[in-house]
Each structure stands twice: as C-alpha cells, then as structure tokens.
C-alpha cells in the first residue's frame, strides 16, 4: 500500500500521539485497524492505528456519534507547512467548499497548532461523541480541542471517507475490524 501522487501527503497529515488508553475518556476504544503510509512506493512515512467501537460499523464510522482516535507514528521529519499543504489537498478534493467552509474554523485551528514532526515523534487526534470534541495531541501533550462534531466528520474524512481519501488502501486497513455495514 503506498500514496499516489507527488504529495508529501501521506505522512504529513498528522495526527496523533499518545496511547489512545492515555486520553481522557477513551479507555474504552478497541484497535480496529492499523496501516503504514509511504510516499513514492517505498519511503516509509508513519504507521497509523484507528481505535473505536467494536461494534462501529464502516458506513458510521464517522458519524458524530462514534467515538475514535487516529494514533500516527512518524518515521521521517515533516515540517508543518506541509502537514497543511497535504490537508488541505485531500480535504478540497473530498468536499466543496461551502461544506469546508462549515468547518473552517476548526481545520484552522488545528492547522495553526501544527508542529514540525521529527523521526519517532507521535500525533494523536481523538474525537469524543460523548461532547463532540476532537482533540490533537503530539507525543502526548495536548496541542488543541475543537468542539465540533461537523469539524470531526470532515477531517477524519481524509484518512477514513468513502470519497477520494488519503489512500484507500490505507483507509481500508484501518477499518479491517470494523464490522461490515
């Protein structure tokens, strides 16, 4: 499985740090599926785990109503710049932009809390149903909370939507233990 394209993409778009057991409230979310992204075919650029309900199912994965987490551990350095950059390619491939525009105020927020990654370093982004906050975390300190359950929806869209994600092959090894719609 490797991203296609130029984009330094795979392994800029974020996320996640910590153990997804260190986060307030999600003690309770199963590994549901685990991937590695690399760029050009052979550079490896993170590996990723998405941890959810057990009894989460593909088509409401990402609905407001599911709690989960992205944990992302990164195997090359990345500056935030380019975290951004691939973002907002995917992000404006999936969706118009009156729809991005619903949840700007939270992909800017959490675009500007953005760090430089280094080799080993982690990203965490978790989204709570239980009050609809999304929270990124890297090597596990908090970074941002953004509440807004539209905001999850859209940007766990990249690594987890049916329309045009970041690799499909990659979304598809992330929801290997989500049962079947």
């Not at 990249?158 to 499909?168: F, T, V």
Request: glycine share 8%; proline share 2%; net charge negative.
């Amino acid at each position: 499985m490797f991203l296609k394209g130029n984009l330094l993409i795979i392994g800029l778009i974020l996320l996640l740090s910590s153990p997804v057991y260190g986060i307030s409230g999600m003690s309770d979310l199963q590994r549901l599926g685990q991937g590695k992204a690399y760029y050009l075919g052979f550079i490896k650029v993170y590996d990723v785990s998405l941890y959810g309900s057990e009894l989460t199912s593909k088509q409401h994965i990402l609905s407001r109503d599911v709690s989960k987490c992205l944990h992302i551990e990164y195997a090359v350095d990345i500056e935030k710049d380019d975290f951004v950059e691939a973002a907002n390619t995917i992000l404006n491939r999936q969706f118009s932009e009156k729809q991005l525009a619903l949840a700007k105020g939270g992909i800017d927020a959490l675009h500007e809390a953005y760090l430089d990654v280094k080799d080993g370093d982690t990203y965490t982004l978790c989204y709570s149903s239980v009050d609809s906050v999304t929270t990124l975390s890297y090597n596990g300190e908090e970074l941002v909370s953004i509440d807004s359950p539209f905001f999850a929806e859209t940007y766990f869209s990249i690594w987890l939507g049916s329309h045009k994600p970041l690799d499909e092959d990659l979304r598809d090894d992330l929801l290997a233990g989500v049962q079947k719609d």
